[in-house]
Each structure stands twice: as structure tokens, then as C-alpha cells.
T-cell receptor
């Protein structure tokens, strides 16, 4: 039972262009959604989050959009930089469930110079 | 400000041996989480602590797994009689825990311990 899914295992984008990563979920009880970035041999690094009561959150080059009716969220990175090349994980949590994170399978992003 | 640290970073063991991993959370973080990540998958929740109390264990955590956080600071994860299926990256994360006015409780991850069972 995969409650959080990232259907694109990989994404390749040119430096300076927009990267769009997508995530779908099934559990309407999730309170928060988060994006983490992971480099090889390192732990995930928190990027940005959004509350289930909002539809957009922006932090510098990163913007997360939430469409509750479609149970879909996306992460936009503008402009993409070579240092953004990493695996990106979408995650969700319920406060009532101890905040444990439920992760998607990840999307590998390659930003070409 | 040091982040979450984990030791060892890599562990190779033979099937049937016991292994123990250590996690040191960010100072003053009340919550500590363990996750497991296998190749090509996202991390999966194993267990978590609020201070020294273990509040939840996933059904992924078989009887061969035990976790402790004796003084509410560092935590250990022990796997007894390791099996090849235990080979994975074991990740630890910590968070402050909710306080007044705080809307969310971000988890910060350590670098992980990669376990290989031969």
C-alpha cells in the first residue's frame, strides 16, 4: 500500500531551465507535505514543506504547489543549477501519527550544464 | 551547530551475526526516528522516540530488531541474527518536537549507516 508515489524515476533538465517534480498521495489525512534532497552517501536534506491548508509555498528557487482535490503536489526549481543534481523525495506526515514520514520512491534529477 | 551523526557509516557482517548502530541527534531535539532505505526506494519508518520513550514501532521491525534511547539523548538500533534481507541504509532523524506556536516539526537526517549482510 504505497500512500505516496513519485511516478517519474528520473528527470533531465538544462541548467537555467525549470525542473518540475511531481508527487501523488492517497491518504487525505496527511497534514504536511515535505520535499527532501539526497546526495549519494548522505542523508536526506530538508528543502521545503507545505501545510495541507495551503496551496503554495515558496522559498528562494523552490516552490511547492499542493492540489488537494487531485491529491497531487509538485516541486518547481527555478532556475535549475548543476548542484541541484540529486535524488528528490516527496514525503507526507500526519501529526496525529507521531509525525512519522511516509516517503515516495524518489526522482533522480540531472541538471546538465 | 552539529547535525545528526551516525556510527558506523558502513558495516559489513556475516549472516547470523549481531550488529548495533548508534545515532546522536541534534542537541535538545526531543524526538528521534529510525528509517530504513533499500536500493531504489524511499526511506521507510521503523520506530520513533519522544525523549526516552519508544512510542511506535513499525511492523517492519521484527523481533530481531530492538531500539533504545536510554537517557533521551543518543539512540542505538540492534539487529540480532542478521539476514541478507537486512542489507539496507539505516537512517536516523531528529526533531525538536512541537512547542507553542510551532506549526510543523521538521526532521533532520543523519548520513546513515549502510549495512551489508554477506
Amino acid at each position: 500500500d504505497q500512500q505516496v508515489k513519485q511516478n517519474s524515476p528520473s528527470l533531465s533538465v538544462q541548467e537555467g531551465r525549470i525542473s518540475i517534480l511531481n508527487c501523488d498521495y492517497t491518504n487525505s489525512m496527511f497534514d504536511y507535505f515535505l520535499w527532501y534532497k539526497k546526495y549519494p552517501a548522505e542523508g536526506p536534506t530538508f528543502l521545503i514543506s507545505i501545510s495541507s491548508i495551503k496551496d503554495k509555498n515558496e522559498d528562494g528557487r523552490f516552490t511547492v504547489f499542493l492540489n488537494k482535490s487531485a491529491k497531487h503536489l509538485s516541486l518547481h526549481i527555478v532556475p535549475s543549477q548543476p548542484g541541484d543534481s540529486a535524488v528528490y523525495f516527496c514525503a507526507a506526515l500526519r501529526k496525529a501519527a507521531g509525525n512519522k514520514l511516509t516517503f515516495g520512491g524518489g526522482t533522480r534529477v540531472l541538471v546538465k550544464p | 551547530d552539529t547535525g545528526v551523526s551516525q556510527d558506523p557509516r558502513h558495516k559489513i557482517t556475516k549472516r547470523g551475526q549481531n550488529v548495533t548502530f548508534r545515532c546522536d541527534p541534534i542537541s535538545e531535539h526531543n524526538r528521534l526516528y529510525w528509517y530504513r532505505q533499500t536500493l531504489g526506494q524511499g526511506p521507510e519508518f521503523l520506530t520513533y522516540f519522544q525523549n526516552e520513550a519508544q512510542l511506535e514501532k513499525s511492523r517492519l521491525l521484527s523481533d530481531r530488531f530492538s531500539a533504545e534511547r536510554p537517557k533521551g539523548s543518543f539512540s542505538t538500533l540492534e539487529i540480532q541474527r542478521t539476514e541478507q534481507g537486512d542489507s539496507a541504509m539505516y537512517l536516523c532523524a531528529s526533531s525538536l518536537g512541537y512547542s507553542w506556536g510551532q506549526d510543523t516539526d521538521t526532521q533532520y537526517f543523519g548520513p546513515g549507516t549502510r549495512l551489508t549482510v554477506l
